[in-house]
C-alpha cells in the first residue's frame, strides 16, 4: 500500500514528539549538572554540550512544525477538490452505506471459496502488474485486509512497490506437510514477533556480575563488585525461494496458487530449520547453534559409540547445561533419525529393547498444534520417544552428519526457551514478488521471501553438543549400520 498523507503526518507527528522527549531529557540532565556544588571540567564540557544539542533539537522541532504545516495544507485542498468534484460530477457521489465493503464486516477477498469460485491471487498478482484495473482492485482490498488483521508486519503492507504483496492466510492453512527437512526444533524455541523496522536486533548481555558475601564483621567493608554489560547483536536476514512459471499457469491454470505456493514454502521452512541448527552467521546467514562460542562440547568418546558411552555423554552434556546457572536446564534432546534408530535398535543381553518409543509426549504441544507445527511441514509429534534421562527426543533431519575427521552426527542437549527466533507473523513466507526472466519463453519468475533472526547466544551454555570430536577411525557417532 502507498503511503498516504495521514501516515505521512502522523509519522511527522511521531517523530516530533520523539524530539521532545528528547530536549526534556537534557533539559533535566543540565539542571541536575547545575546544581552540582563543584564541578569539574568533564561537567562544563558536558553543559556545553548538552546546550548544542538542545539548540539542534529546537531547529529540527521547528522543521517538523514547518513540514506538517505543509501536509496540513495538502490534505485541505484534497478534501476541497474532492467536494468540488462531487458537486460538478453527480456521477460520483458517495456510495450509499449498503453499497461499501468494509474490512471486518465482508467476506475477505481471497479464501478457500473464492478459490474454489476461480478467484485465485497469483492469477491477480499477475494481473497487477500488468495493469489489469480490476486485478489490481482485488489485491489493493486484500492488502487492506491483511493491515486490519495484522497477519503481517508494516513493512510489508506499507511498500508502494508489488515486491510487499502479502500471501493470503488460506494458502498458508494450506501448504501441504514438507517432505523435506523441515524446521522441527525451529519449531520449539522461543519465538517472537520480528520488529517491523531495522536490519539489526541488540540484546544487552552480562558479563560480570555483581557479588554478595558474608560481611566479616561489623562496620567493615561489604563486597562490591561493578558489574559489565555488553550488547549481543543479532542481525534480521532474509530467507527466500524462487519457481519458474509459465505464463500459461499463472493466467489460465487451476489450483496452481496452492501447488506453486506450496512447494515454495516448504523449501523456505526447510532453509530456516537448517539455519536455525547451522547457520554460519556469514553470507547473510544466521549465526546457529552449532555455530556459537560458547556453547558446551563433550569430549571423544574414544571408542566405537555404545549404548553406555552414549548414555554418559549425555548426561554430561544435561549436567553442563544445569550448570550454566539458575533457571536453565536441559528440557530436550535432539538429534538426526539416524541416530535415533540406531538407539532403539540396541538391545540387552536378553534381546530386550533399550530404549522405547513412546508416541503419547506433550511437550509444547502449542506449537505442534499451530502453523509452525503441521502446517509448516512437520509431523504434529515430530517427538519419538523419552530417553533414560528422563528428556523427550526430538528428531530433525536437518541435524547435520558431516561433522568433524569422522563424518559424525551430532546430539544436541539443550533448554529451549533460551534460543530465540524472530520471525514475521506464524512464521510462513508470505511475501511475494514477480521477477522478469526469460520473457520470450513466456517465463515468468515467482519469488517468495521473509524475514528471520535467530541467536543461541543469549545463554551460549544452554546448549551441549555430543559428538564430532573424534579423530580415530570408527569411533564416535558416525554412520550406523542396520
Not at 205 to 230: I, K, L, P, Y
Not at 354 to 369: H, K
Not at 406 to 421: M, R, W, Y
Request: charged share 20%; net charge negative.
Amino acid at each position: 500500500m502507498a503511503l498516504t498523507i495521514e501516515k505521512l503526518l502522523a509519522n511527522k507527528a511521531a517523530a516530533r514528539s520523539a524530539k521532545f522527549e528528547e530536549y526534556n531529557d537534557l533539559t533535566d540532565e543540565l539542571r541536575k549538572l547545575r546544581a552540582v556544588d563543584a564541578p569539574t571540567t568533564a561537567d562544563f564540557a558536558r553543559i556545553d554540550e548538552i546546550k548544542a544539542r538542545k539548540g539542534g533539537i529546537s531547529s529540527a522541532v521547528d522543521a517538523f512544525d514547518a513540514e506538517i504545516a505543509e501536509l496540513k495544507r495538502e490534505m485541505d485542498a484534497d478534501e476541497k477538490l474532492e467536494s468540488l468534484q462531487r458537486k460538478a460530477e453527480p456521477a460520483a457521489a458517495l456510495p450509499k452505506y449498503d453499497e461499501v465493503a468494509r474490512v471486518g464486516q465482508e467476506p475477505r477477498t481471497y479464501t478457500r471459496e473464492t478459490a474454489a469460485g476461480g478467484a485465485s491471487f497469483f492469477r491477480d498478482a499477475w494481473g497487477y502488474e500488468k495493469g489489469d484495473i480490476h486485478a489490481r482492485e482485488r489485491i489493493q482490498r486484500h492488502a487492506r485486509e491483511v493491515e486490519v488483521h495484522k497477519e503481517m508486519s508494516e513493512r510489508a503492507v506499507t511498500s508502494g512497490t508489488f515486491g510487499g504483496l502479502v500471501v493470503p492466510q488460506y494458502l498458508v492453512e494450506m501448504a501441504a506437510i514438507s517432505l523435506r527437512n523441515g524446521r522441527p526444533l525451529a519449531n520449539v524455541v522461543s519465538r517472537h514477533q520480528i520488529p517491523t523496522d531495522g536490519m539489526n536486533l541488540v540484546i544487552p548481555r552480562g558479563t560480570t556480575g555483581s557479588s554478595a558475601t558474608v560481611q566479616a564483621t561489623e562496620n567493615t567493608a561489604v563486597s562490591n563488585t561493578d558489574e559489565a554489560w555488553t550488547d549481543l547483536t543479532v542481525p534480521v536476514r532474509t530467507v527466500s525461494g524462487q519457481a519458474d512459471v509459465s505464463r500459461q499457469a499463472l493466467e489460465r491454470g487451476s489450483g496452481v496458487d496452492q501447488l506453486i505456493y506450496s512447494d515454495l514454502a516448504r523449501a523456505y521452512m526447510a532453509q530456516v530449520g537448517s539455519q536455525v541448527i547451522s547457520g554460519t552467521g556469514a553470507s547473510g546467514q544466521v549465526l546457529g547453534i552449532l555455530n556459537t562460542a560458547g556453547i558446551g562440547a563433550m569430549t571423544s568418546f574414544g571408542a566405537a559409540v555404545s549404548p553406555t558411552n552414549l548414555n554418559s555423554k549425555i548426561a554430561g552434556a544435561n549436567v553442563a547445561v544445569w550448570s550454566a546457572g539458575q533457571g536453565i536446564a536441559a528440557d530436550v534432546l535432539v538429534m538426526h533419525p539416524r541416530r535415533w534408530g540406531w538407539l532403539s535398535g540396541q538391545v540387552d543381553t536378553t534381546g530386550r529393547p533399550l530404549v522405547q518409543a513412546n508416541p503419547n509426549i506433550a511437550f509444547n504441544t502449542s506449537a505442534q498444534g499451530s502453523a509452525t507445527g503441521e502446517a509448516l511441514g512437520d509431523s504434529p509429534t515430530p517427538f519419538v520417544g523419552v530417553h533414560s534421562s528422563g528428556l523427550p527426543v526430538l528428531l530433525d533431519l536437518n541435524i547435520p552428519t558431516n561433522v568433524g575427521t569422522n563424518v559424525e552426527d551430532v546430539i544436541l542437549a539443550l533448554d529451549s526457551d533460551e534460543l530465540h527466533l524472530w520471525e514475521d507473523g506464524d512464521g510462513m513466507p508470505r511475501q511475494l514478488s514477480f521477477e522478469q526472466t526469460t520473457g520470450g519463453s513466456l517465463t515468468t519468475k515467482l519469488v517468495v521471501y521473509g524475514y528471520i533472526a535467530f541467536t543461541a547466544g543469549r545463554y551460549p551454555a544452554a546448549v551441549a553438543k555430543i559428538g564430532g570430536l573424534d579423530v580415530t577411525g570408527g569411533q564416535g557417532l558416525i554412520a550406523p549400520v542396520f
